[in-house]
């Protein structure tokens, strides 16, 4: 049992199936990062997976091979190691550490999909530390304010309570009484009931005879 207990469980917020890494000139004073300063993008330093994964220690942004693991970046929301480039949504400078080392590599994604999920993975990771580092920040279940605010109206029917739907471009029933009409004709009005003031349709009128 102390063995599974000291066993880290690890949960995988990202996998990028295939992404680029790039050796990238220093930094200009002032000015951030550019994906087309770094060379030809269709040769990079190496290619492989990303995978972002979470521990109970943090989250670490892995560069995979099938056997080794090329570079690792800790992830931390207060001094976050990746950074975006100016000029395009694939592309990323990410700082990796190894035994105290330092340097910046840039990393890009074949599909802008891929990036965009990628920083999703990232963001979802950052609300999450940020609630648990500041639980009175945290977003409660208050109502919305653009919902009015007021105490709820019960719209249901009761028992034995009927409603009547008005359909556009129908003639109600008329509730005058039968008789004939200014118009020719008995049982109705000249004027359809539930219209304001809109005259009925009349037939069209018989055709003159012919003359001989």
């Given at each position: 049992?102390?063995?599974?207990?000291?066993?880290?469980?690890?949960?995988?917020?990202?996998?990028?199936?295939?992404?680029?890494?790039?050796?990238?000139?220093?930094?200009?004073?002032?000015?951030?990062?550019?994906?087309?300063?770094?060379?030809?993008?269709?040769?990079?330093?190496?290619?492989?997976?990303?995978?972002?994964?979470?521990?109970?220690?943090?989250v670490?942004?892995?560069?995979e091979?099938?056997?080794?693991?090329?570079?690792?970046a800790?992830?931390?929301?207060?001094?976050?190691?990746?950074?975006?480039?100016?000029?395009?949504?694939?592309?990323?400078?990410?700082?990796?550490?190894?035994?105290?080392?330092?340097?910046?590599?840039?990393?890009?994604?074949?599909?802008?999909?891929?990036?965009?999920?990628?920083?999703?993975?990232?963001?979802?990771?950052?609300?999450?530390?940020?609630?648990?580092?500041?639980?009175?920040?945290?977003?409660?279940?208050?109502?919305?304010?653009?919902?009015?605010?007021?105490p709820?109206?019960?719209?249901?029917?009761?028992?034995?309570?009927?409603?009547?739907?008005?359909?556009?471009?129908?003639?109600?029933?008329?509730?005058?009484?039968?008789?004939?009409?200014?118009?020719?004709?008995?049982?109705?009005?000249?004027?359809?009931?539930?219209?304001?003031?809109?005259?009925?349709?009349?037939?069209?009128?018989?055709?003159?005879?012919?003359?001989?």
């Open positions: 049992m102390d063995e599974f207990k000291e066993e880290e469980i690890e949960s995988i917020l990202y996998i990028g199936r295939e992404v680029s890494v790039y050796k990238i000139p220093p930094l200009k004073k002032n000015e951030g990062h550019r994906a087309q300063e770094w060379g030809d993008l269709g040769n990079p330093l190496w290619k492989g997976r990303l995978r972002i994964i979470e521990r109970s220690s943090g670490a942004i892995q560069f091979d099938p056997t080794t693991v090329f570079a690792k800790d992830y931390d929301p207060a001094k976050p190691s990746v950074e975006a480039v100016l000029d395009s949504s694939r592309y990323f400078v990410v700082r990796v550490e190894d035994n105290g080392r330092r340097a910046y590599i840039g990393m890009g994604f074949l599909e802008r999909t891929d990036s965009f999920d990628f920083n999703v993975a990232l963001q979802d990771y950052t609300k999450r530390w940020r609630a648990r580092m500041n639980p009175s920040e945290a977003p409660s279940d208050q109502p919305s304010p653009h919902v009015p605010a007021g709820k109206k019960d719209y249901t029917l009761k028992e034995g309570q009927t409603f009547s739907i008005s359909i556009p471009g129908r003639a109600k029933p008329s509730s005058a009484s039968s008789g004939p009409s200014l118009l020719g004709g008995s049982g109705s009005s000249g004027f359809a009931s539930g219209d304001s003031g809109v005259p009925a349709l009349l037939p069209p009128p018989p055709s003159a005879p012919r003359r001989r």
